[in-house]
């Protein structure tokens, strides 16, 4: 089966999970307490008032009825209207998920970068010291909550030192004319890793980690297979045995343990965000739920197991594309 | 066809310990045995001393709260409402200066924005972590023992079902679930437990699941089954036993996730509620304050760092020590 095959047949396996999410938080946000009507007309709204809004968002139909127009609203790509932003909520989504995604990429690209030399080196240099300072700190890595991570950099890198700011994210999209200090685009763009660099760390320290632990446990398996051994027996040169033919073997745990990250990663940006105030897709459900926003509870939350479940597939078919035993057949 | 699929394969690798016949496992399993391993591995037993230090401080600070109600803590704690002219707020540490003032002997750690002694707050902060850690692992546990014992002993359509949900609920980023959870359902701490301990129910049932699997076909489920025991007694006298080992490696390491969710959940101020102290709100309340008293955002950190690594610790420690790969 072609590569283009298994890639619409994965999607296609989606389908029931996604309409699964939707599910899960069409019925939970149907739990929150309170009214939204009286959110938006105040304590003591007039009778028709409130049937009139009532009527607009649907809301004076059967439940079982609501959901079906949600889901279908869901697969033509209408996600409702915000109560409290008062613009559809697709819009608003648009808006701020590019930020949250280029946080996590990132992060992502920051994890990957120093994680991947830290395991190889940590299995090649098996119990001397670089391999316990590598494990040292991944263990902490592991172990610290990124926010904390994140209030920690701002103290020393932000308030002491000064070398980052401590809050906000200049898109690299954004016109030049409204960024402060930037006449062109290299110097918003240059504005933005500099907003970036902090958040960044915080939110990819915790994949850094997980990703130097599978890799190192990985290399450790890889070196000890015997085509490493043969490799050696032929007198191939030790580097070159790590560069060519352990390592390839060895980094298909690690785009598993990358697809499994991202669920982590996508909580970890709710509160990187609200560490430095990014207006991203965190910022935008913790409103939603401040303001009891229930088309933009609902919103915002689906599109966030959306993205994982993409993000999912993706790793799976760069698993498959990588991994030359897997076959685009039945699994 | 899960969408986790590239990481079911090294699920049930790793779950397939290479043990012999049915000899050998029996002796590899149980609490007896466990105990023996951990105390001959080095890192399983200073994840042990570490878990049990944090233990030790939660069941103090809860036997001070139900007990004597609050008389230790009254004795170091100042508490500025009983005292309102002589509040000193976001003290240092002992022995530093700030703008505040000095750090004196009575609060070791400073204080916060209330006054309060950041020491006895941090240490009652370890009762609601540990609590919250241990409860929520104990629901996803058993939720997802039950569901995965269940459905890989069954197979067809009960597991094609229970596997489509537990598979929807690991679909949405748990942090996000648990805070649509808590939305719906109530802001407080016991909704976090549930919520995080929901979130941990496909993890359990899905290592549960594979090990039922491969168990089920072994010659002494077979002799069980053929021998007229009943399915329910072959999964929990037989089957769950037998996978002892890595549910409790799993189980410790899920300690630890669960307690940085809820210092997270915390922090964006959903889950223990002010006046109770915990890790998570207390760093949530000393962001306003980061640049004239840092170390108000350091101790609660430090405290959930060093906790969560004793779990951490203790969990690869546990494997470790229960892997026969390793022991032979």
Do not use: C
Not at chain 2, 213 to 230: F, L, N, Q, T
Request: proline share 5%; net charge negative.
């Amino acid at each position: 089966m072609s590569l283009l095959r298994y890639t619409l047949r994965r999607f296609a396996q989606a389908i029931p999970v996604l309409i699964g999410i939707v599910t899960i938080t069409f019925f939970l946000a149907n739990q929150i307490p309170g009214d939204p009507v009286e959110i938006m007309l105040g304590p003591t709204p007039a009778q028709e008032q409130v049937e009139a809004i009532r009527a607009q968002y649907g809301l004076d139909r059967p439940i079982h009825v609501r959901y079906f127009t949600y889901l279908s609203g869901v697969a033509t790509g209408d996600l409702g209207l915000s109560i409290y932003y008062d613009r559809p909520v697709l819009e608003m989504i648009m808006l701020r998920l590019p930020v949250t995604l280029l946080l996590m990429l990132s992060a992502f690209a920051f994890a990957i970068v120093t994680a991947i030399p830290l395991g190889v080196i940590s299995a090649k240099r098996r119990n001397e010291p670089a391999d316990h300072i590598s494990r040292i700190v991944s263990l902490i890595g592991v172990s610290t909550p990124s926010f904390w991570i994140g209030l920690v950099l701002i103290i020393v890198f932000a308030f002491y030192l000064g070398w980052f700011p401590a809050r906000g994210l200049v898109l690299p999209w954004a016109d030049p004319a409204d960024v402060r200090g930037a006449a062109t685009r290299i110097e918003v763009l240059r504005q933005t890793a500099h907003h970036l660099f902090l958040p960044m760390i915080g939110l990819g320290t915790l994949q850094m980690a997980q990703i130097t632990r599978i890799e190192r446990s990985s290399m450790v398996d890889s070196l000890q297979g015997e085509y490493v051994k043969l490799a050696r027996a032929y007198g191939v040169p030790e580097s070159t045995i790590v560069r060519k033919h352990a390592f390839q073997v060895a980094q298909l745990p690690v785009i598993t343990i990358i697809g499994l990250g991202l669920s982590t990663a996508l909580g970890g940006a709710v509160l990187t965000e609200t560490v430095f105030e990014i207006q991203g897709m965190g910022r935008l459900i913790i409103t939603a739920i401040n303001n009891q926003d229930y088309q933009l509870i609902m919103g915002t939350t689906l599109v966030f197991g959306f993205v994982y479940v993409i993000g999912v597939i993706v790793t799976d078919i760069t698993y498959s594309y990588l991994d030359p035993r897997v076959t685009y057949g039945d699994e | 066809m899960s969408i986790n699929s590239a990481t079911s394969d090294d699920d049930t690798a790793d779950g397939g310990d290479e043990s012999g016949g049915p000899d050998e496992v029996e002796a590899r399993v149980g609490l007896r045995y466990t105990l023996k391993q951990v105390r001959q591995d080095t890192t399983a037993r200073i994840g042990t001393y570490i878990v049990g230090f944090m233990t030790f401080v939660a069941v103090f600070a809860a036997f001070d709260y139900y007990i004597l109600d609050y008389a230790i803590a009254e004795a170091v704690l100042y508490n500025p409402e009983t005292d309102p002219e002589n509040v000193r707020r976001l003290l240092p540490p002992v022995g530093m200066e700030n703008q505040f003032g000095q750090g004196v002997l009575e609060h070791p750690l400073g204080t916060d924005h209330r006054g309060r002694d950041l020491l006895s707050r941090t240490i009652y902060g370890t009762r609601i972590a540990m609590t919250v850690g241990f409860l929520a692992t104990a629901i996803g546990l058993g939720g997802g023992t039950v569901i995965g014992a269940v459905s890989g002993y069954y197979g067809g359509w009960i597991d094609d079902v229970l596997q489509r949900v537990t598979e929807t609920i690991y679909a949405i980023p748990f942090l996000v679930l648990v805070i649509a959870f808590m939305t719906a359902f109530g802001r407080d701490l016991t909704f976090a437990m549930v919520g995080v301990g929901i979130t941990a129910i496909p993890v359990f049932n899905r290592l549960i699941r594979s090990r039922v699997v491969s168990i089920r076909e072994e010659d002494y489920v077979e002799a069980a089954r053929a021998a007229g025991v009943k399915d329910r007694n072959i999964i929990f006298r037989h089957i769950i036993p037998n996978s002892f080992a890595p549910v409790l490696v799993q189980a410790t390491l899920q300690v630890g996730v669960s307690i940085l969710i809820v210092a997270g959940l915390s922090f964006l101020g959903f889950g223990a509620q002010p006046p109770t102290p915990s890790w998570g709100q207390m760093l949530s309340a000393s962001r306003g304050y980061m640049l004239p008293a840092p170390t108000f955002s350091i101790f609660p950190g430090i405290a959930i760092l060093i906790t969560v690594i004793g779990f951490n610790i203790l969990g690869d420690g546990l494997q470790d020590a229960l892997d026969p790969r390793i022991n032979n």
